[in-house]
């Protein structure tokens, strides 16, 4: 149960600064929040509604829309099996029984261990490459019942640890922009004329 | 297999399969390290920028408009036609990049993110350029983390080098382009949910009117919403010209687009094909496609143009890879997927995997989608699962004429045999999902009742259905 830390705080006003609205920075925090914990908590949900100016049910609200958001824990990996379309022509439903027997667990269960969570997923935009998977939303392609024994083995090893971040981190590389080549986020009601570079051109 | 056309894969871009063709938008593809902006300005980064920033906006619109360019996110809208409808004098406007790529069988935006976020992200300040926008959105969808990577990185790199933000390349010319993580919600692709989602609230569709963003949009503000793909051709535009692109392609709809064909083939791959001189058979079994069926087998149907679109089988094989020639034949290109079935399709299961997702990705704003959906979902499983009754089928349709009205008078026309497909559909919701729900159930029972009825073990007839049918013709 925890809010957000200094660090994280930081980056969040960075991050809203970047935005006309502040509530438009509200499922980037929660990512953020969601990379700290490995879910989203009721604290974090709070006091990212104070950062933004709204209320915890406009939080709460918002964060329930999304799948990716998680509030209660999960394993350290996520592991989603797509079972769309072309990932269910190729095979999808072998792989999911496989990875449930393997794992111990039923779809949606969590290992005991806390290591893994098994989930179904929809299709995941890598329709050629079925039948596919993400752990932690880093994929998998291609996947035969063989290949999901191995990949939970080298997970559980930590054989995977420098490619498969633990869940909630989702991208390593953040954007940042240098405050000297900031424009910044126009106003939307200021009334504003065209910027300076459009001139009279419309 | 040497069949006489050269065809190139590379393990860096998995699933992309170039060929002897034009590309446009994959020019980059053979270098591993095509994302970064070293590589990215020795083969031509950031030209059709300098290009469009030595004319003024209003003649990169025009060239763009002269394009053709068709937008590629699924409704095929000309991208310099949508630019224009934003009202005359009203600031602040907004370019909102759409990368939440997530229609079923749909794979091309997210490899163009991860392979070549440069030529997107110019493509994103040609736009604001052309179309005087303030300020950039770029959403991407929350469970592609590597395209994230790679767009944040990118970005990084081109506002150190002075390619985006304030004054680029030494100009006037000032806008920033901010990435946006989306957190999962297929709904969210639809233009005005997207606009919800980057509100930072539930990412549901908004009423119409007004029906385009352009007019008001984020924040109510005047608002361009393109595709990924649609954003990546400007660059090529800007730096060669319209002419230039419309010599590739047809009149109708120049350039090039990016095809992902899946399933049953021998080899599945995303193609960047020339605009409308390509079959579906050209795409299913030719040598510098897909190959065939995988093992030699029968085709049996196909899905033309994402898991929203009406099926196929064998019989329009021959219709070009052309929206004016797809559209009147029952279906759609919506965002260049074809889903392949082979003869041993289970055909119910198929479609269930369709309205499974459709089902469970409706927001639950409209009613006829939200219970329609579900209801569709829980018929068809005891359908498929062997628990069904024959009057479950009529059921299936009568629920799908709640959601697309005219689609099926009444369920006992199925019985009287079937017109040709009436789409697009009639809708009783405010965006595609609900009807696309429907859609597989629509297509398969169509065209394969037989398999359905074969799995029904329950034979009851059900007065009540019956009557209503009788009494409720139109």
């Not at chain 1, 990949?151 to 240098?178: F, N, T």
């Not at chain 2, 030529?119 to 929350?142: D, H, K, T």
């Amino acid at each position: 149960m925890s809010r957000l830390s200094e660090d994280n705080v930081r980056l969040a006003a960075e991050i809203i600064g970047r935005y006309p609205r502040p509530k438009s920075a509200l499922v980037p925090l929660l990512h953020l929040a969601q990379e700290q914990d490995g879910w989203v908590t009721r604290d974090a949900m709070v006091h990212i509604a104070e950062l933004v100016g709204t209320t915890p049910a406009e939080v709460y609200g918002t964060a329930t829309f999304y799948e990716m958001f998680r509030f209660e824990p999960v394993g350290r990996y996520l592991i989603n099996i797509c079972g769309t379309m072309s990932c269910q022509l190729m095979g999808a439903h072998e792989l999911m029984e496989r990875a449930s027997e393997r794992l111990g667990v039923k779809v949606g269960g969590t290992t005991p261990d806390g290591t893994f969570t098994l989930a179904h997923a929809e299709c995941q935009a890598a329709c050629t490459e079925a039948p596919c998977l993400q752990v932690n939303y880093r994929y998998r392609y291609r996947v035969t019942p063989e290949q999901i024994d191995q990949l939970i083995d080298d997970l559980a090893a930590g054989r995977l640890d420098g490619e498969i971040p633990p869940h909630g981190v989702l991208a390593r590389v953040r954007q940042s922009i240098p405050p000297e080549r900031f424009v910044g986020a126009p106003e939307p009601d200021a009334h504003a004329t065209g910027p300076a570079w459009i001139g009279d051109a419309q | 297999m040497d069949r006489g056309r050269a065809v190139t894969t590379w393990p860096h871009a998995p699933g992309f399969v170039a060929g002897d063709r034009p590309r446009i938008v994959t020019s980059r593809f053979e270098h591993e390290d095509s994302y970064t902006l070293r590589r990215s300005l020795e083969t031509g980064g950031y030209e059709g920028l300098k290009a469009a920033l030595k004319r003024t906006p209003a003649e990169v619109h025009e060239e763009v408009r002269a394009s053709t360019l068709l937008g590629r996110g699924g409704a095929g809208f000309p991208a310099g036609t949508k630019w224009g409808l934003t009202p005359k004098g009203t600031w602040p406007r907004y370019l909102v990049v759409n990368g939440d790529e997530s229609e079923p069988g749909t794979y091309k935006d997210r490899l163009l993110m991860e392979r070549d976020p440069h030529q997107l992200i110019e493509g994103c300040l040609i736009a604001c350029w052309a179309a005087g926008l303030s300020q950039c959105f770029l959403y991407v969808r929350g469970e592609m983390a590597l395209a994230q990577e790679r767009i944040a990185a990118a970005l990084n790199e081109a506002y150190a080098a002075g390619l985006v933000g304030r004054n680029i390349l030494g100009t006037s010319f000032s806008v920033d382009v901010v990435l946006h993580w989306g957190a999962g919600a297929y709904v969210v692709g639809e233009e005005t949910a997207l606009i919800e989602s980057l509100e930072g609230n539930r990412g549901m569709p908004r009423l119409k009117p007004p029906y385009f963003p352009a007019a008001i949009g984020l924040y109510g503000k005047p608002t361009i919403v393109n595709n990924v793909e649609t954003l990546s051709n400007l660059p090529f535009i800007a730096r060669n010209g319209s002419a230039a692109y419309t010599a590739i392609g047809t009149a109708t709809s120049p350039g090039t687009r990016m095809v992902a064909v899946s399933g049953h083939v021998a080899r599945p791959g995303v193609y960047e094909i020339v605009n409308g001189t390509t079959t579906f058979r050209d795409l299913i079994y030719g040598a510098d496609f897909c190959q065939g069926i995988r093992g030699g087998r029968a085709l049996k149907a196909f899905v033309p143009g994402g898991g929203s679109a009406p099926w196929f089988t064998a019989d329009q094989l021959d219709l070009p890879f052309e929206a004016s020639q797809v559209g009147p034949a029952g279906s759609m290109l919506g965002s260049g997927a074809v889903m392949v079935m082979d003869e041993t399709t289970d055909i119910p299961a198929a479609a269930l995997s369709l309205t499974n997702f459709y089902a469970h990705e409706s927001c639950g704003k409209c009613t006829p989608c939200r219970e329609g959906g579900t209801w569709l979902q829980r018929i068809l499983s005891r359908v498929v699962a062997g628990e069904g009754t024959d009057a479950d089928l009529d059921q299936l349709l009568e629920v799908g004429a709640m959601i697309c009205p005219g689609a099926f008078p009444h369920a006992s026309s199925s019985r009287l045999g079937l017109d040709a497909v009436p789409f697009p559909y009639k809708m009783t919701t405010i965006c595609f999902v609900g009807p696309s729900a429907f859609a597989p159930v629509h297509s398969a029972l169509t065209l394969f009742r037989d398999e359905f009825e074969a799995k029904i073990v329950k034979r009851i007839s059900i007065p009540v259905i019956a009557a209503s049918a009788a009494g409720g013709g139109q």
